[in-house]
């Protein structure tokens, strides 16, 4: 009997540390740059829609329903759409605390609104906005700890410490961004010894977290505990987690398009298993949450009622995929007219600035609020031959990860290699059909945030400065070498006016941006 009473007993203890030791499995929901898009999008006038907050939110509801889920938005919630940059990203800050996001690392454009109103967005939220590598705002905190299915998980936010160029300089007057990837070392080693695992949720871009996991997760120095790696900035659409030593990458693409999820077995504080997904939200298939589609109609009644009229119509679709590494059609329609607006001799826009296409057929003005959403006017700048080549340069540097700085162009035709190294990539250029004189000037339109320094451009802000008389005042420039300079008017406007002027638009790509095939 005694020796039966120490089988039991032994049996009993051995399916005890058994179910103890057995992987644990969490599962991570993520989105990034939603960019306030919470109705669903329609690329083109032969794509379906795509999208929708509402059915994303059935989709997470769903998904979260075991109460072994973690939902998370890897930034740039806000500035995008008008649905949500009218009310200056508070819509987006109701739809995700209707949603029970449970954090989200702040993007460059939460800043894009100002100081105030984003401290008024964070007192609003029902969820962090983290930033570790964010100095001098008590607002925002580094990580947070959650604990699921017993698993305790450590969620360290990181914003890329390129914001003070990627939102418009004056936004972030007096913040200090530092190092990623110190950020992250210092953050880990500080996570409490019984952490099971550590999500970098990260605004940096997909390039940018490939090469922050190898700098964690591979070599002598990498970490014993596995991370994943949720990113956002880049728009990348990443089908499968990327697995980089014990890190794996991931990313959802765009605007609530698809959601991310992430079933994530762990033991022993080490990932055994992992499976990612991006489930693709189609309206067509899925029922809109009431409550979420509730929220969604009483933002969309104040847009429509603001922004609901015709303002012209176009013959075909105004393309914005492809607007970070390629000439579009959109990209030039818009280039036009600001060179025409300012009568320049050339006009340079960046890609990032076009934000969504518009099919065929009539345009609202709430559709050219979508597509151009940033407070940017219009200035043209006396410059050099040789300033707008390394302007030229800069603008065609980051191609390979999908920059907004891409330039696009109106006046100007040149072709870039962009296999050659960064610097070397222009290989032709010319301006009202003459081949470009670096040492001739020429007068040249572009948005008061390129002019200011925004996506690193820097050559237009040596042009104004050349004349020695370069001033702030009220926000506004002043330059001897400042040829256009309209503060009053943002650029949307600009488009606005032109579009009821011409009534019906049919722009094509012609040429004036080529690679070697």
């Known amino acids: 009997m005694f020796r039966q009473c120490l089988v039991s007993v032994s049996i009993l203890l051995f399916v005890c540390i058994s179910a103890e030791a057995a992987p644990r499995t969490v599962?991570?929901?993520?989105?990034?740059?939603?960019?306030?898009?919470?109705?669903?999008?329609v690329a083109s006038s032969t794509a379906p829609p795509i999208g929708g907050a509402a059915f994303l939110a059935t989709k997470v509801a769903e998904l979260k329903a075991d109460g072994n889920a973690l939902f998370l938005s890897a930034g740039d919630l806000v500035q995008g759409d008008s649905w949500v940059n009218l009310s200056q990203g508070r819509a987006s800050i109701e739809l995700m605390n209707l949603m029970g996001l449970d954090a989200t690392?702040?993007?460059?454009?939460?800043?894009?609104f100002g100081m105030a109103a984003l401290k008024q967005r964070i007192s609003e939220a029902r969820f962090p906005m983290l930033a570790?590598?964010?100095?001098?705002?008590?607002?925002?905190?580094?990580?947070?700890?959650?604990?699921?299915n017993g698993l305790k998980i450590s969620v360290i936010g990181i914003v890329t410490d390129e914001t003070p160029q990627s939102s418009h300089p004056r936004n972030t007057v007096g913040l200090k961004f530092a190092s990623p990837v110190e950020t992250a070392r210092k953050q880990i080693a500080a996570a409490s010894p019984d952490t099971d695992l550590i999500v970098l949720l990260t605004h940096l871009g997909h390039e940018v977290d490939r090469k922050l996991a190898e700098s964690l997760c591979t070599g002598t120095e990498a970490l014993a505990l596995s991370v994943v790696v949720v990113g956002g900035h880049s728009h990348t659409r990443v089908e499968k987690p990327v697995q980089i030593g014990n890190c794996y990458v991931l990313q959802a693409w765009e605007y609530g398009k698809v959601l991310g999820v992430a079933d994530i077995s762990i033991e022993d504080r080490k990932i055994v298993k992992i499976d990612g997904r991006l489930l693709e939200i189609k309206p067509s298939e899925?029922?809109?949450?009431?409550?979420?589609?509730?929220?969604?109609?009483?933002?969309?009644?104040?847009v429509t009622a603001i922004l609901g009229r015709q303002v012209g119509s176009s013959d075909v679709d105004l393309v914005q995929q492809g607007v970070r590494q390629q000439e579009t059609n959109f990209g030039d329609l818009i280039a036009d007219i600001v060179r025409k607006e300012t009568g320049a001799q050339a006009a340079l826009i960046n890609g990032g600035s076009i934000r969504t296409g518009i099919p065929k057929g009539p345009i609202t003005a709430r559709q050219v609020y979508a597509s151009i959403p940033f407070n940017n006017y219009l200035v043209a700048v006396r410059m050099t031959g040789a300033q707008l080549l390394e302007t030229l340069e800069h603008g065609v540097s980051g191609i390979e990860n999908g920059e907004g700085r891409f330039p696009q162009v109106s006046g100007i035709r040149f072709a870039f290699d962009p296999t050659r190294p960064v610097g070397k990539r222009i290989l032709s250029v010319s301006v009202d059909g003459k081949p470009l004189d670096t040492s001739k000037e020429y007068t040249v339109a572009t948005l008061d945030f390129i002019a200011a320094g925004g996506d690193g451009y820097t050559a237009f802000?040596?042009?104004?400065?050349?004349?020695?008389?370069?001033?702030?005042?009220?926000?506004?420039?002043k330059s001897s070498r400042l040829v256009y300079n309209d503060p009053g008017r943002y650029l949307r406007d600009v488009v606005l006016e032109t579009l009821g002027r011409v009534s019906n638009i049919s722009p094509v790509v012609d040429g004036r941006i080529s690679r070697p095939k």
Do not use: T, W
């Open 286 to 302: 899925v029922k809109p949450l009431p409550e979420v589609q509730s929220l969604v109609d009483r933002y969309n009644k104040e």
């Open 132 to 148: 570790a590598n964010l100095y001098s705002m008590p607002e925002v905190s580094a990580s947070r700890l959650f604990e699921r």
């Open 27 to 41: 599962r991570i929901l993520h989105i990034n740059d939603f960019h306030g898009f919470a109705n669903p999008v």
């Open 105 to 112: 690392c702040l993007g460059n454009h939460e800043f894009d």
């Open 461 to 477: 802000g040596k042009a104004i400065r050349s004349s020695g008389d370069f001033s702030e005042v009220a926000g506004a420039m």
